[in-house]
């Protein structure tokens, strides 16, 4: 997801001089995105990988929400910068309506695959909290946020029951790095004791938490501890690549299933 140049306020976290900027992670975090949907194609990816490719792109959504909580840290525009979060949810959603609706008559569906809805209402949750910051209501707004965070992540967003968490204990703990880690760790936990259910096999058991593995969010820790910081690249591709990206692969892919299914 696209952030506005890094330029660092006081609340910013620690960064090393060594590492790598957003525009790298987020072209790697594309990459592993991919490897995640393709199972949506039948028959494409055996079974067994499809859980390990499941497992692995945990990391993904998180990161992206990481970097929309940096977006309301920073960004000069806060109305421009939710408009271009809520316009790309509507678009996504009217795309996978209008595709659904015509790849039907060869009964391919399409996921409700929409990162931008989910990102658009934490940050928006976030910006009224950034707004209240200078107030007297800043605390309350912080602990109101985290609560509300939890009633968001029952809506029928994706990565919602982790992600919008996730994105108020990032705005939270920014600059406190080692709480920050903690908490994500507890989150992790909470979402691992949601889904824990012993099978009559090891192998099923370990295949259902490859399929529910949400509380795998925490492969994003070391990717976090990797970035530098810095925006990279200020270009029109860098940073609008993703608003394409996301949709557009998904959409492909659909195409695909629909040629295959003919």
């Not at 990459?31 to 497992?55: E, R, S, T």
């Not at 929309?68 to 271009?84: D, F, H, I, P, Q």
Request: glycine share 6%.
């Amino acid at each position: 997801m696209s952030a506005p140049a890094l330029t660092a306020p006081a609340h910013a976290a620690p960064r090393s001089r060594i590492g790598v900027n957003q525009y790298w992670i987020k072209l790697a975090m594309a990459a592993l995105m991919v490897l995640d949907h393709l199972p949506h194609v039948p028959g494409l990816v055996p079974v067994m990988w499809a859980d390990v490719f499941h497992v692995v792109t945990r990391c993904v959504a998180v990161w992206f929400a990481y970097g929309a909580v940096e977006g309301v840290l920073y960004t000069s525009n806060m109305r421009k910068y939710l408009s271009r979060l809520w316009g790309a949810s509507l678009i996504m959603a009217a795309g996978n309506f209008a595709l659904g609706q015509l790849l039907a008559t060869r009964d391919v569906h399409m996921y409700d695959n929409n990162i931008f809805l989910t990102l658009a209402v934490g940050t928006s949750l976030l910006a009224l909290v950034k707004r209240l910051s200078a107030t007297k209501w800043h605390t309350p707004a912080i602990v109101g946020a985290l609560v509300l965070s939890l009633v968001c992540a029952l809506l029928p967003i994706e990565g919602g029951l982790p992600l919008v968490p996730f994105m108020a204990i990032t705005y939270a703990l920014y600059s406190r790095v080692v709480w920050r880690d903690l908490a994500y760790l507890a989150l992790a936990a909470a979402m691992f004791a949601l889904v824990w259910q012993p099978y009559d096999t090891w192998e099923a058991t370990v295949s259902m938490l490859a399929q529910n593995s949400d509380f795998m969010l925490v492969l994003v820790i070391p990717v976090l501890h990797l970035y530098n910081g810095k925006h990279g690249p200020h270009t029109r591709f860098s940073k609008y690549f993703f608003y394409v990206f996301y949709p557009a692969h998904l959409w492909l892919l659909a195409l695909v299933s629909y040629v295959q299914a003919g």
